[in-house]
């Protein structure tokens, strides 16, 4: 079939070598998805971490050794929900550390947001190992959360805690990251490189699709 002076074949439109061969432009979503990955994370600001682990023991009867560690990472667990708790917060602000309180709304629906953020608790699953860590944009700050956090776990496990006697211990001191962790840099650049490329190749094959139909429309009107 011709038109215009071409000749239009139906069949030589080949998505993968098309795509292939528009790889400049696939290149070219990608590195806008890295530059606007970079201004995205740098217009959030940069926040320090502190972190800290902790060991949770449990005794209170003959158990063997798996039922005792399966019982600790349990307890663990219902710690590390707690920490995120309104009532705990309250504690961590009156345990008598250096804690600026102005970066927590007085809203507590507000606070409990921000707090959720400032405060990370995960448990390394198989063991009591409880490992607590606070984002802060002074790490001096951050430490000093992840201080207290620790300090009312320790204190108060008891209350948390039931079925035995459960101890907390802090295995390791709070340390500090020396570059910002928050947000993530890396990653976002890697995420935004790789939606780039996604997008441009679907933006390709939208093209692609439309010279199809294009050629359809000619063919059935000649």
Same mark, same amino acid.
């Given at each position: 079939m011709m038109y215009n002076g071409t000749?239009? #074949? !139906?069949?030589?439109?080949? =998505?993968?070598? /098309?795509? *292939?061969? $528009?790889?400049?432009?696939? @290149? !070219?979503?990608? @590195?806008? $998805?890295?530059?606007?990955a970079l201004i995205i994370s740098f217009v959030q600001p940069l926040k320090y971490s502190s972190t800290a682990r902790m060991l949770i @023991?449990?005794? $209170?009867?003959?158990?063997?050794?798996?039922?005792?560690? %399966? +019982?600790?990472?349990?307890?663990?667990? #219902?710690? +590390?929900?707690?920490? =995120?708790? +309104?009532?705990?917060?309250?504690?961590? !602000?009156?345990?008598? *550390? #250096?804690i600026d309180k102005g970066i927590f709304p007085a809203d507590p629906n507000k606070r409990r947001r921000v707090w959720a953020k400032t405060v990370t608790a995960r448990v390394s699953r198989g063991t009591g190992l409880l490992t607590v860590i606070a984002h802060h944009?002074?790490?001096?700050?951050?430490?000093?959360?992840?201080?207290?956090?620790? *300090?009312? @776990?320790i204190d108060r496990v008891g209350e948390y805690t039931s079925g035995g006697y459960v101890q907390?211990?802090?295995? /390791? /001191?709070?340390?500090?990251s020396r570059w910002p962790t928050k947000p993530n840099i890396?990653? #976002?650049?890697?995420?935004?490189?790789?939606?780039?490329?996604?997008?441009?190749?679907?933006?390709?094959?939208?093209?692609?699709? %439309?010279?199809?139909r294009r050629h359809q429309i000619i063919h059935e009107e000649f």
């Open positions: 000749k239009i #074949n !139906m069949k030589s439109i080949n =998505y993968t070598k /098309d795509i *292939f061969e $528009g790889w400049q432009t696939i @290149l !070219m979503f990608g @590195l806008l $998805g890295v530059v606007l @023991l449990q005794s $209170g009867g003959p158990v063997d050794a798996y039922t005792a560690s %399966r +019982s600790e990472e349990r307890i663990a667990e #219902n710690l +590390s929900t707690i920490v =995120y708790t +309104s009532t705990f917060f309250d504690q961590v !602000m009156k345990a008598g *550390f #250096n944009q002074d790490v001096a700050q951050a430490e000093q959360i992840v201080r207290a956090v620790t *300090f009312v @776990l907390a211990r802090l295995v /390791d /001191d709070p340390l500090n890396f990653a #976002n650049v890697f995420s935004g490189f790789f939606l780039g490329l996604f997008i441009g190749g679907a933006y390709i094959l939208v093209q692609l699709e %439309r010279i199809r």
